[in-house]
């Protein structure tokens, strides 16, 4: 049965900087297109605040530290992102009778969101339709949190919240093996949708001037959250190596963009060495200028689902290198695109090929491959008839 509404649920307020937000417009935006009636629903500032007060007592035993619900971008801003799409902004209270009219629910696998559809009673809800956008597993986290995180993802109060939806959304072969095997709920493999074309666009139109990246030395970008996740702490480490080696400092200039808890670490870098430049943040449509200048992008995450900061990159004809991790190796195609490394020695050996000139990538078969592995009109076509499927 056709669907005709489709209902993109998530708790904290939308933005674009974010990539569960940014794939939640992006998404609604290209259904919304296909002529469905499509509203992006999320929390109040009010209730918001409360539900992430909450969260950061169960996680942090932080009790009074200010919150801001408050997006980086503005309500107009994100309207105009959305195109035929709505953003609705509701009270808990008034949550559950708007859902039910309806025909399917698209909402992201975190425990919060699910916990509070849960309480609202799946079996009164349209089927709901989780897509994950936080790894179920983070791969190469050390740190206690990650360790927790792991153990909830995987054990017995996890599959309570699954046991009752429809079906799960997996954007990597991973994420949808890891679901099949051990929750035993319905699972769907579809990429997220990405046009080289839109980001060159978005180049011409919003250019970077803040800086002339134009000299002779190799550019290598790094643009990210600056947290645990997106492994700051392995990025300084490669900052330091490099730093040991005077041929490779003299040839190389790291480019990094972002803000996070670590910003510290890269600021402190930045002041020791000339062959790295911090930014701090960049609104995301100067992303695609950015790329448009860089020789090399380096992602040194710990874990990923599809990250959209590498298929910025690779749609911009850049070579990227990663750790052999879910997500990126779904995207990177090794010694064709990119490389995949499997430890820090790996990743450093990779690094220094390319700075040195030793290998030669082809940006517009780098190009090619994301087109022809994610081209909108086929991807999206697929994400509507995986709702149509499990609306039923």
């Not at 937000?21 to 992006?40: L, P, Q, T």
């Not at 040839?251 to 911090?278: C, K, P």
Request: proline share 4%; net charge neutral.
């Amino acid at each position: 049965m056709p669907v005709k509404r489709v209902a993109f649920f998530m708790l904290p307020r939308l933005t674009s900087a974010a990539g569960a937000g940014k794939y939640f417009i992006e998404m609604a935006r290209n259904v919304g297109k296909s002529g469905k009636r499509v509203d992006v629903i999320t929390l109040n500032k009010k209730d918001f605040l409360v539900f992430r007060r909450l969260l950061r007592i169960f996680y942090h035993l932080d009790f009074f530290s200010p919150l801001d619900a408050s997006g980086t971008e503005t309500e107009e801003a994100i309207n105009a992102l959305l195109g035929p799409a709505n953003w609705l902004e509701l009270s808990l209270s008034a949550l559950k009778k708007s859902l039910r009219s309806y025909d399917v629910i698209y909402t992201k696998n975190e425990l919060v969101e699910l916990l509070v559809l849960k309480m609202l009673g799946y079996s009164e809800l349209p089927p709901i339709v989780v897509g994950v956008h936080t790894p179920l597993r983070y791969e190469r986290g050390s740190s206690l949190l990650s360790k927790f995180h792991n153990f909830i993802y995987a054990g017995f109060v996890y599959r309570w919240l699954l046991s009752g939806v429809s079906c799960v959304h997996a954007s990597n072969r991973y994420t949808k093996d890891f679901v099949e095997r051990r929750f035993k709920v319905p699972c769907i493999l579809v990429n997220y949708p990405f046009s080289s074309k839109e980001m060159l666009t978005t180049a011409k139109e919003y250019h970077f001037d803040d800086y002339d990246f134009s000299d002779e030395k190799l550019n290598c970008a790094f643009i990210a959250r600056l947290g645990e996740q997106k492994g700051v702490g392995t990025l300084v480490r490669l900052l330091h190596r490099v730093a040991e080696f005077s041929e490779l400092k003299s040839r190389v200039r790291f480019n990094i963009f972002g803000e996070g808890d670590m910003r510290s670490l890269v600021e402190t870098a930045a002041s020791q060495y000339e062959f790295v430049n911090y930014f701090g943040y960049v609104e995301n449509r100067y992303v695609p200028s950015i790329l448009s200048d860089q020789d090399l992008f380096i992602s040194t995450s710990g874990w990923e689902v599809f990250p959209f900061n590498i298929l910025e990159a690779q749609s911009m004809g850049v070579p990227v290198i990663a750790f052999k991790i879910p997500g990126p190796e779904d995207i990177i195609e090794h010694s064709r695109t990119g490389y995949l490394a499997n430890d820090f020695e790996d990743f450093f050996h990779y690094l220094t090929l390319v700075v040195r000139g030793k290998v030669d990538f082809s940006q517009d078969f780098i190009i090619q491959r994301i087109d022809e592995k994610y081209a909108p009109p086929i991807i999206i076509k697929k994400f509507i008839n995986m709702l149509e499927e499990f609306s039923n």
